[in-house]
């Protein structure tokens, strides 16, 4: 639905692309913003958990209206 066209944008996809190039998209962002990977400065670690719950949120309601769609 075109309420999702934000989400789709967030990941950096285009609107309505398979799920599995959303999946492919979260997982790079998630390489390179992950705060495990920004132990050394605590700055950066708090923006890197802010960006990652910033890309987990769009990603669960693709999912989610995902499913839904194949349910019924």
């Known amino acids: 639905p075109e309420k999702l066209r934000p989400d ?3 990941l ?3 609107f309505g692309a398979p799920f599995d190039e959303v999946r492919t998209a979260y997982r790079e962002l998630m390489r390179r913003h992950h705060p ?3 132990t050394h400065d605590p700055e950066a670690h ?4 802010r960006t990652t719950q910033q890309h987990n949120e769009p990603l669960q309601r693709i999912k989610a209206w995902e499913l839904a769609k194949r349910a019924g």
């Open 36 to 38: 495990d990977r920004h």
């Open 46 to 49: 708090t923006r890197a958990t």
């Open 12 to 14: 950096g996809v285009e």
């Open 8 to 10: 789709y944008r967030r």
